[in-house]
């Protein structure tokens, strides 16, 4: 079993920046491959950014392509979401996603994620 908390989401002007945290708990945060996914109100959880259990590959959704780092520190058995210039469309509830993980892959769906954590609440203003 992963535990995964999130952090960091607040109201934010638009042009602002945040950084979410993801903190893993219960085995090794190394053999998970990590996901950031977004939901909108009335609208399906996306894929926003993905990286890899050793952080050397990572997927971005074009729509937060230059503005959004995905990132891991194994040390601190946290992920993180560094969101830049953000926009009132990014307005969501952002939630991190693990996949145990024996290669060097990012995953893109939904349903390859087996442990979820609680999401945490980004609003950006205009």
């Not at 952080?55 to 937060?64: E, F, K, L, M």
């Not at 995905?70 to 979401?81: C, E, G, H, M, V």
Request: glycine share 12%; hydrophobic share 35%.
């Amino acid at each position: 079993q992963v535990q995964l908390v999130e952090s960091g989401g607040g109201l934010v002007q638009a042009g602002g920046s945040l950084r979410l945290s993801c903190a893993a708990s219960g085995r090794p945060f190394s053999n998970y491959a990590m996901g950031w996914f977004r939901q909108a109100p009335g609208k399906e959880r996306d894929l926003v950014a993905a990286i890899s259990w050793g952080g050397d590959i990572t997927y971005y959704a074009d729509s937060v392509k230059g503005r959004f780092t995905i990132s891991r520190d194994a040390a601190k058995n946290t992920a993180y979401l560094q969101m830049n210039s953000l926009k009132p469309e990014d307005t969501a509830v952002y939630s991190c996603a693990a996949k145990h993980s024996s290669g060097s892959a990012y995953y893109t769906h939904e349903y390859e994620y087996g442990y979820w954590g609680q999401g945490t609440q980004v609003t950006v203003s205009s």
